[in-house]
């Protein structure tokens, strides 16, 4: 069995170095390196001086076939004069073809990225965007302004736009850096040269670019989620919607987080209406324009156990900030749902496996529970959910 696999690679070996003429270039490179300081070294350490070693010897040649011509070693007799001027000759044809090479290396790599054709499958602990808005610039805005930790570097967007509408995302002084691929986000092969599977977070959004009713938009969205958590189950994913009717799908898909984003306009829209002023709010909470702002957050593991008035009082004495709610469930699902399925496993009350099982059914990822009361239970894998101010400390 060793000896077929060591045949095989050698096979594969020979074939690959028959078939690349960029290896074949180097071996050749490398090969009259060697041979020419072989050669000088055994003619010129006799009655040469600056000859004495044979690393005298590759060096003169490197410096010679590079063409820099220090001077500070010159062979002394004819023999070694000929073996100097083929290397010379011989050398000037392989660095044009190593400098073009490279040159045209760099130039289909560059050709390749304006197109969105490069293969970003190794990236990994990055952030893909699957899909395009609008004002796809203000978007990406957004998502730096509430991620700070998450450059351009790390995002990697994906869909069907047109060159000039990526490029025009790239000239953003901003967005430097961002990574393009172009093709059908809900098709495995160009997900997975995007990185999906090294993937920690992913973003699918409402396509604008989709032809098509709602139905069909959404369709897509189902469709690039199921795919998404086939290829990587850790992925943290979260989904924009159009129509509540395709939620149930993405809840079985095991996604995330789903943004209903017309049910949310609708709310506002009826609560304008009423003159509440509550869509000022939102507006003020979300966008943090005022100074106030509402976010999640993790809290010390030594609160778990404890109730939510020990938790609020930690977070107003130490961050000045006023602690309204918990979100229950939170990071991936499926571990979730892995998690409580353990734990009610192990169990040793038998009397209690079944309903720990169906709770294990019902699990809802990011499930809010707002104001709950002075003695509520401080769960594992929660974060709190904060009101805060600009005068908060960090």
Known sequence: MKNRKRRNFRQKLGLFIKTSTGLKVVLFFFTLIILSSLVVFAIERKTNEGFLSFFDSLWWTIVTISTVGYGDRLPMTLAGRIVAIVTIFVGMGIMGTVTGRIASFLMERQMKEERGLLDYSTMKDHFVICGWKREMNRVLHEILKCNPSISPLEIVII????????????????????????????????????????????????????????????????????TIKNLNKQAYVCAE????????????????????????????????????????????????????GITTTTYPNSFIGKTFQELRTYFYSKHNAQLIGMLENTGNLLERKRGALREAQMNPDISKLIPDLRNVKTIIANDPVINPPRDYTINKFSRGILITNSESPS
């Open 241 to 292: 919607l159009l129509d509540t009717k395709f939620e149930k799908y993405l809840k079985l898909s095991y996604c995330d987080e789903i943004l209903l984003a017309r049910d949310f306009s609708r709310s506002m829209l009826a609560s304008a209406s009423s003159g509440t002023g509550l869509s000022h709010v939102v507006k003020s909470l979300v966008s943090g324009e005022s100074g106030t």
């Open 159 to 226: 869909n069907s736009a047109t060159r000039d509408d990526v490029n025009a995302l790239r000239s953003d002084p901003d967005l430097k850096g961002l990574k393009f691929v172009c093709g059908n986000f809900f098709e495995e092969l160009e997900l997975v040269r995007a990185g999906i599977k090294g993937a920690a977070r992913v973003l699918v959004l409402a396509d604008y670019l989709t032809k098509g009713d709602v139905q069909q938009i959404d369709s897509k969205t189902v469709m690039t989620v199921m």
